[in-house]
């Protein structure tokens, strides 16, 4: 219910704010748009048409030990009634949103020290993150600056987005007003490959806060008059000589936007509109600099965009000029009327700047006549500047630190080259298809690259209160165990197996570092991981993780064969899946239908694989990423879960400040439970594996962005067809007419089971693998003609080591269907012999929750589980 709600908040509040474009028609609804006053008890309505929530209203976000707020009647010198009113928090406080869907995203903090009987805000200091990215560290609001709006723009990547505040010792950490809203993705592009002047690629991997958005020659724009909500502020103030400079504008009904790709969402027409100028362009051979200066922080890098637009030629070909960033060049003789070939089209050009270039805390910005020019009018604008600083090496836009308390290693590091010139585009220039494109794709690159969070840690055993006691006892056991780690690999054995790390034997790319193809001497193929060594993750950690993936085995869970940490590499090597993950079978890749028969079985082995981790040897693991992504196929199309591992149960006293209770997970995937209360539990997994059983039935991504609204959640969208009945009618074509119509009926029943709101109305793994056991049955029932019906107590044959599980399936109360299997032909080994006794939980031994009929079912095929 209070899921529903939220997403009914989300529905209301993006509708309520599109910003609409009168000069163009270019228009941006942001798919998430969160907007908070802070400790007002009334909504608030801004004159740009923007709703604010109250506090009541956007209860359901916040998470906090405290129920402070302050507000006063009025105030002077704010810009708006948001500064009125404030929450406090005297401890760690949460503020935590549901994204729909991945890409670049608003954050903007509204600070004001609202006076107060109890608390001086002037004097308080604290920090505010992420999960992933240090926005303020021990900020404080000082007297002289009154109020103050930070904005940041982040990638998100994680289907939660928390913004978290901590007040330092012996102080509170306050917020105004929160707006957490969708920028469109052609914002800020990774695309470094389009002009080449020299490139950097990998902008859309790092974080930004809005240090200076600045509309040359013309007035403040605010939210109201941008397309995007943006601020845009006077560059008056940062002219230095001012009196070289003049402003020059005309009327934004003339600035022509090119047809495809700069669009007002880069800028509005009114930025574009007006320009600084030379001041004395008359003069016959006026020779000088227009300049403009900047504070910057010379620890960071930055994103430097500027703005130009021809507004002041009387015909083309008229107006060539220098730009320089901190006196070098950056673009020499610039031609407005080559790139754009009209006067008053928009064009806005990328600097990165290394942290190490800027000369100490300024950044100089100047325009000024191409020397050696002789023909055309001597003169040189600039319209707009933007100079976003970028998040270093350990995530953080403030403070050396980042959210898990790492320490940034670029901060001093120098070794300055010239400006790297970062390309960009313009309305009539190519790529920007490409860029449209890219952002149809972005969802399927996004889902292979989120593997970030997977990698040696991809899954939380036992959070929760049930799960930690049993993993408690269980990590104590393993590390006093003597078993094995797996085979120990030499480097050279492992580069040698992998053409040295060949670029070309990459199968797949995650945050931790690469996956590769690799060739053992012995023929086998293996999936090499090589962690990135500079990663956090200390070589403790990975030690531990060897010593418990080792242990884990089980016909589907991908097995660790062995791993290698010599000159600090930290690799592991799994057994390689020659069919790739199940995704690719299901949609995107044009391989071969699955049939049905197929697809229960991958369902069936992912369900044994996950029922293994939940309850088996090494039990009260959590996956914490189950998705089609995570589920691989070998050569028999025998399913593996991939991407498990464990978790630090014990964190220690820095994550605990911070945030140790980061929720991860894939969108579109992610427990709604889970979300809300952060409270980790096996049913989380069981929701996951409920989107993907739908996703195996419709042959659908689990989001996609590209469809109407309704339909771009597909476990919404599936739930709702099922509500009416007619899931039928989403279902994979391909499987239309083929699929037994009881078959599908049970699989999904399970499926709309697992996705219950709350994780006690979930069934167990081993409920939703006996629902998939019978779906299986009737599918080959049907396909065969013939079903046999027979009294359960006959065939009931507990195998052994059932006997410690629920029999709950033999009871006669719960009439129940039983199927007589096989033991799964595990590898064997001495050390897991007793990993195979408790992973041979054939259905006979889950016992069943569902109402079926009271007939017990034998298979055709004796060897049910054996496959
Ligand atoms: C702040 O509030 C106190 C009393 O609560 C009052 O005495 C003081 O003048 C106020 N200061 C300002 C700047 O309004
Ligand atoms: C950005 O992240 C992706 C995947 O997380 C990675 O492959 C790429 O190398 C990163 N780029 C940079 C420049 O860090
Ligand atoms: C966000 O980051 C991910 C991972 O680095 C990347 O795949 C994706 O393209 C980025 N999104 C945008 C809009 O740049
Ligand atoms: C904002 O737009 C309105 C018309 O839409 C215009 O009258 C007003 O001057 C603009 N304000 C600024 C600061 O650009
Ligand atoms: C403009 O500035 C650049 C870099 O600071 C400098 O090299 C150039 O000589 C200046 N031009 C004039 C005309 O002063
Ligand atoms: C900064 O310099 C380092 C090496 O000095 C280089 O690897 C990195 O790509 C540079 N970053 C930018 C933004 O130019």
Redo the contacts with the bound molecule.
């Keep these: 219910m209070e899921f529903l709600l939220l997403l009914f908040f989300i529905f209301i509040s993006s509708i309520t704010t599109t910003f609409f474009v009168?000069s163009a028609p270019v228009q941006f609804t942001p798919p998430d748009n969160y907007l908070i006053d802070c400790g007002s008890s009334t909504t608030t309505t801004l004159p740009d048409g923007r709703v604010f929530l109250s506090d009541q209203r956007s209860a359901s976000y916040l998470s906090s030990k405290d129920d402070i707020q302050v507000s006063v009647i009025s105030v002077d010198g704010v810009p708006s009634s948001l500064y009125f009113t404030a929450r406090i928090f005297v401890q760690k406080a949460t503020y935590a949103f549901r994204m729909s869907r991945p890409g670049w995203t608003w954050i903007r903090l509204h600070f004001f020290p609202v006076n107060n009987t109890e608390f001086n805000l002037r004097n308080s200091a604290f920090s505010v993150s992420t999960d992933d990215v240090v926005l303020l560290h021990s900020f404080s609001v000082n007297d002289d600056t009154g109020w103050v709006m930070k904005e940041y723009l982040l990638n998100v990547t994680t289907e939660r987005l928390s913004i978290n505040f901590l007040p330092m010792k012996n102080s509170v950490a306050f917020i105004n007003a929160i707006e957490v809203v969708s920028a469109p993705d052609i914002l800020i592009s990774d695309v470094g490959s389009i002009l080449p002047a020299g490139e950097f690629s990998g902008l859309s991997n790092k974080s930004y806060q809005t240090l200076y958005r600045l509309n040359m020659g013309g007035?403040?724009?605010?939210p109201?008059?941008d397309t995007l909500g943006r601020t845009w502020d006077s560059d008056q103030k940062y002219l230095n000589p001012k009196d070289l400079a003049k402003s020059v504008s005309v009327s934004p009904s003339i600035i022509n936007y090119p047809a495809e790709g700069l669009s007002p969402l880069i800028a509005p027409n009114?930025v574009y509109a007006s320009a600084v100028e030379m001041a004395d362009s008359s003069v016959s051979k006026p020779n000088f600099n227009v300049t403009w200066k900047l504070d910057i922080d010379p620890a960071y890098g930055y994103l430097i965009r500027m703005h130009f637009c021809d507004i002041v030629s009387k015909s083309l070909n008229d107006l060539y000029f220098n730009v320089y960033l901190n006196e070098k060049a950056a673009i020499s003789g610039l031609d407005l009327s080559a790139i754009t070939s009209n006067l008053a089209v928009p064009y806005y050009r990328d600097f990165v700047f290394n942290a190490s270039m800027l000369s100490p805390e300024t950044l100089i910005v100047q325009i000024g006549p191409l020397n050696d020019h002789n023909t055309g009018t001597v003169n040189a604008i600039l319209n707009g500047l933007e100079v976003l600083k970028m998040s270093n090496s350990v995530g953080s836009l403030d403070g050396e630190f980042g959210v898990d308390g790492t320490k940034a290693d670029d901060a001093s590091s120098k070794g300055a080259v010239a400006a790297v010139g970062f390309a960009m585009m313009f309305g009539a220039f190519v790529g920007l298809g490409a860029m449209v494109i890219k952002w149809y794709k972005r969802p399927q690159d996004w889902e292979k690259k989120n593997s970030f969070s997977s990698w040696l840690l991809p899954l939380h055993a036992g959070q929760s209160t049930i799960m930690g006691s049993k993993l408690g006892s269980h990590r104590s056991n393993f590390n006093s165990s003597t078993l094995g780690l797996g085979r120990y690999f030499s480097l050279s054995e492992l580069q040698e197996a992998t053409g040295n790390f060949d670029q070309n034997a990459v199968i797949g790319v995650g945050g931790f570092g690469n996956v590769y193809l690799g060739n053992l001497d012995d023929g086998t193929k293996v999936a090499v991981k090589r962690g990135n060594p500079q990663s956090e993750q200390g070589i403790n950690e990975f030690q531990t993780e060897i010593q418990i993936l080792s242990k884990l085995r089980h016909r589907h869970l991908v097995s660790l064969i062995g791993y290698c940490e010599e000159n600090s590499e930290m690799i592991l090597v799994y057994e390689y899946m020659s069919n790739g993950p199940l995704r690719d079978h299901l949609y995107g890749k044009n391989l071969p239908p699955l049939s049905w028969k197929q697809r229960l079985e991958i369902c069936i082995g992912a369900a044994r694989g996950l029922h293994y981790l939940h309850t088996g040897a090494a039990q009260g693991i959590i996956h914490r990423d189950v998705k089609t992504t995570n589920i691989l196929l070998d050569d028999n199309f025998i399913a593996k879960m991939a991407d498990f591992g464990l978790s630090k149960n014990a964190p220690n006293a820095m994550e605990q400040n911070h945030v140790s209770t980061a929720v991860k997970g894939s969108f579109g995937y992610l427990d709604p439970e889970y979300f809300r209360r952060q409270q980790l539990t096996d049913k989380s997994d069981v929701y996951s594996f409920g989107v993907v059983l739908l996703e195996v039935l419709c042959a659908r991504p689990a989001i996609d962005p590209a469809l109407p609204r309704d339909q771009v959640n597909l476990a919404e969208w599936g739930l709702q067809w099922k509500r009416k009945g007619l899931l039928d009618k989403i279902i994979d074509p391909s499987l239309v007419g083929v699929i037994n119509p009881e078959s599908m009926k049970k699989f999904s029943e399970a499926a709309e089971k697992c996705l219950a709101d709350h994780g006690v109305d979930r069934p167990t793994m081993g409920d939703v693998l006996w629902n998939l056991e019978y779906a299986l049955q009737l599918q080959e029932a049907s396909s065969q003609g013939k079903m046999m019906m027979m009294e359960e107590e006959n065939n009931y044959k507990p195998s052994t080591g059932a006997a410690a599980m629920p029999v709950a399936a033999a009871t006669s109360s719960l009439p129940a269907v039983v199927v007589v299997s096989q033991q799964p032909d595990l590898p064997s080994s001495p050390d897991n012999r007793s990993l195979l006794e408790s992973n041979s939980n054939s259905p006979a031994h889950v016992h069943a929750i569902d109402d079926h009929p009271g007939t017990a079912l034998i298979p055709q095929t004796p060897g049910i589980n054996g496959r």
Excluded: C, E, L, V
């Design positions: 009168s007035p403040i724009i605010t109201q008059n009114w």
